[in-house]
């Protein structure tokens, strides 16, 4: 006599499908990154890598180590700036650069495939406001364009920056691509900062600065207008 055939929506089923649903995914997501926002608070990650490095860990091996810790904490939500002005100070304006943007990359892909995997599916019905809708469709028919505009504004910030294009449709290699040369104006005037900040009064220290400001009150500017354009759309 043949055995009974095992129910086909069982027990075991209908919990894969609870916790593998988009909506458990993205408590997930949320969990993790109150968990890791929480554990940055506490640590103070910007301090140790500015003050608390170690003596011993230098050469190649110190870039590496940087840009690994960099990306970890802007995932986490901890401030760009004060991670590109501690790679400047620790590295130099050049190596810090590299170093700082290295870390940007890594940093955004993290979050975007964090974002992707665990939120998009839950987060995309909701898009149903007007100038949300306009905003998905900017950044999911021009991705490049629209997240090198992004990079190239400072104050926004990174990690939600990042996490909100993971909700869109647009592909990695835009992403990545926009991210990485967009982001190196900025990146660079920090590192520049951090390096020449034992003397703020130096021509280097000063332009950097400079900069920084004009490009805020630029990106000021262009968020307002950008704003306007999508209610109106």
């Given at each position: 006599?043949?055995?009974?055939?095992?129910?086909?929506?069982?027990?075991?089923a209908?919990?894969?499908?609870?916790?593998?649903?988009?909506?458990?995914?993205?408590?997930?997501?949320?969990a993790?990154?109150?968990?890791?926002?929480?554990?940055?608070?506490?640590?103070?990650?910007?301090?140790?890598?500015?003050?608390?490095?170690s003596?011993?860990?230098?050469?190649?091996?110190?870039l590496?180590?940087?840009t690994?810790?960099?990306?970890?904490?802007?995932?986490?939500?901890?401030?760009?700036?004060?991670?590109?002005?501690?790679?400047g100070?620790?590295?130099?304006?050049?190596?810090?650069l590299?170093?700082a943007?290295a870390?940007t990359?890594?940093?955004?892909?993290?979050?975007?495939?964090?974002?992707?995997?665990?939120?998009?599916?839950?987060?995309r019905?909701?898009?149903?406001?007007?100038?949300?809708?306009?905003?998905?469709?900017?950044?999911?028919?021009?991705?490049?364009?629209s997240?090198?505009?992004?990079?190239?504004?400072?104050?926004?910030?990174?990690?939600?920056?990042?996490?909100?294009?993971?909700?869109s449709?647009?592909?990695w290699?835009?992403?990545?691509?926009?991210?990485?040369?967009?982001?190196?104006?900025n990146?660079?005037?920090?590192?520049?900062?951090?390096?020449?900040?034992?003397?703020?009064t130096?021509?280097a220290?000063?332009?950097?600065?400079?900069?920084?400001?004009?490009?805020?009150?630029?990106?000021?500017?262009?968020?307002?207008?950008?704003?306007?354009?999508?209610?109106?759309?």
């Open positions: 006599m043949p055995a009974p055939a095992a129910p086909p929506d069982g027990l075991a209908r919990c894969t499908r609870v916790l593998l649903s988009p909506w458990s995914r993205l408590a997930l997501l949320l993790l990154l109150a968990t890791a926002a929480s554990t940055m608070l506490l640590l103070h990650p910007q301090r140790l890598l500015a003050g608390g490095w003596a011993q860990l230098s050469g190649p091996a110190a590496v180590v940087f690994l810790a960099y990306g970890v904490c802007t995932t986490a939500f901890v401030p760009r700036p004060v991670l590109n002005l501690a790679a100070a620790l590295f130099g304006s050049q190596a810090g590299v170093t943007l870390g990359v890594l940093g955004a892909g993290l979050a975007f495939g964090l974002g992707r995997l665990l939120g998009q599916e839950a987060l019905p909701l898009l149903r406001h007007r100038w949300l809708t306009a905003a998905d469709r900017q950044l999911s028919e021009h991705a490049f364009r997240i090198l505009a992004i990079r190239l504004m400072p104050g926004l910030p990174f990690a939600a920056m990042n996490y909100s294009a993971a909700v449709r647009m592909r290699g835009p992403y990545l691509l926009a991210t990485a040369v967009g982001s190196v104006p990146t660079a005037a920090y590192a520049v900062a951090g390096a020449r900040a034992s003397t703020p130096s021509p220290f000063l332009l950097a600065m400079g900069f920084l400001a004009v490009s805020g009150l630029a990106a000021l500017i262009v968020a307002w207008y950008k704003r306007k354009a999508l209610r109106q759309n």
